[in-house]
């Protein structure tokens, strides 16, 4: 089965700084690469994802980078702003019911 | 407002217990999934559902099992409660086919004593 692997486990910005979280993906069928933010007390949200017929994409502060090759995607927040604090998890999957995540990163952001 | 809805926010039950989670969803969704969220170790997959009583086992199902008698309602249950099952558990739901965003509830924290 697919295992994603996250980096770091924990991320403390200056408020304004940007802020990088890696993961990798083992199983080369993967297709779907989403991104998750968690905040405290509450479910994940989905934040951005990505498919693997492109190499990047952005939404205003946030981007995703994928490398197929590398079987590697990143998450890339810009400016960062307090309410950016949260736990942030990758996944991947080749098919909509078999979502794997990462293990997660607590992002701080200080002011 | 896509919802959804977990039963109980926080739970405290006595191992040996017979526990039912419940997790509702109004997005008329096909695929449901229970998830076990513990520091360090992510989201991981308990069970899941694309259809009325239809079920398959995650990563990780022993000591679980799951309901689902309607579409927008999925149970997990834990037959006799112990200790090492204490964890936050979230549902979540998405569409049948093709990759598209799984909505999650709110979770609910189990402590087993």
């Known amino acids: 089965g697919e295992n994603v692997e996250q980096h770091p486990s924990t991320l403390s910005v200056q408020e304004g700084d940007s802020a990088v979280i890696k993961c990798t993906y083992s199983?080369?069928?993967?297709?779907?690469f989403p991104w998750y933010k968690q905040e405290l007390g509450k479910g994940p949200q989905l934040i951005i994802d990505?498919?693997?017929?492109?190499g990047e994409k952005k939404d205003q502060r946030i981007a995703v980078t994928l490398n197929k090759t590398a079987k590697h995607f990143s998450l890339h927040i810009t400016e960062t702003q307090p309410e950016d604090s949260a736990v942030y998890f990758c996944?991947?999957?080749?098919?909509?019911?078999?979502?794997?995540f990462g293990s997660g990163t607590q992002l701080t952001v200080l002011p | 407002d896509v919802k959804v809805t977990q039963s109980s926010r926080y739970l405290v039950k006595r191992t040996g217990e017979k526990v039912f989670l419940e997790c509702v969803q109004d997005?008329?969704?096909?695929?449901m999934f229970w998830y076990r969220q513990d520091p360090g170790l992510g989201l991981r997959l308990i069970y899941f559902?694309?259809?009325?009583?239809?079920?398959e086992k995650g990563d990780i199902p022993e000591g679980y099992s799951v309901s689902r008698e309607k579409k927008e309602r999925f149970s997990l249950i834990l037959e006799s409660a112990s200790t090492n099952q204490t964890s936050m558990y979230l549902c979540?739901?998405?569409?049948?086919?093709?990759?598209?965003?799984?909505?999650f509830g709110q979770g609910t924290r189990l402590t087993v004593v």
């Open positions: 979540a739901s998405s569409y049948y086919t093709g990759n598209t965003e799984a909505f």
């Open positions: 199983d080369s069928a993967s297709n779907y």
């Open positions: 990505i498919r693997s017929n492109v």
């Open positions: 996944a991947a999957t080749k098919s909509a019911r078999q979502l794997t």
């Open positions: 997005m008329d969704h096909e695929n």
């Open positions: 559902s694309y259809d009325v009583k239809m079920k």
